[in-house]
Nanobody, 117 residues
Framework: VQLQASGGGLVQAGGSLRLSCAASGHIASNHFMAWFRQTPGKEREFVAHISRNGGTVFYAEFVKGRFRISIDNSKNTMYLQMNSVKPGDTAVYYC???????????WGHGTQVTVSS
């Protein structure tokens, strides 16, 4: 499985951005895909995950009500719609997919999101 994240960039606080994660290869229907983020000197943190059929989603508390995760299986692509962004959302955002061990085995290279105040 290969994952390619895109859509990052510079956005003003209060604005919106949509990240995409294009997947190639097979991801089991009962496995999850997710977004994580990382800033320099800090550990990578979970942002949100979604089941392959889109029926189950879960968000970290700090993005609830602002970000929305979705998936388009016809395009093998996962999205993260980021609204009302804050400077604290500045990070490299990574997409990930579960493998046979049901842990996040597959990772994209990340896309930089910078929120200016």
């Amino acid at each position: 499985v290969q994952l390619q994240a895109s859509g990052g960039g510079l956005v003003q606080a209060g604005g919106s951005l949509r990240l995409s994660c294009a997947a190639s290869g097979h991801i089991a229907s009962n496995h999850f895909m997710a977004w994580f983020r990382q800033t320099p000197g800090k550990e990578r943190e979970f942002v949100a995950h979604i089941s392959r059929n889109g029926g189950t989603v879960f968000y970290a508390e700090f993005v609830k009500g602002r970000f929305r995760i979705s998936i388009d299986n016809s395009k093998n692509t996962m999205y993260l719609q980021m609204n009302s962004v804050k400077p604290g959302d500045t990070a490299v955002y990574y997409c990930a997919a579960m493998g046979g061990s049901r842990s996040y085995e597959y990772w994209g290279h990340g896309t930089q999101v910078t929120v200016s105040s």
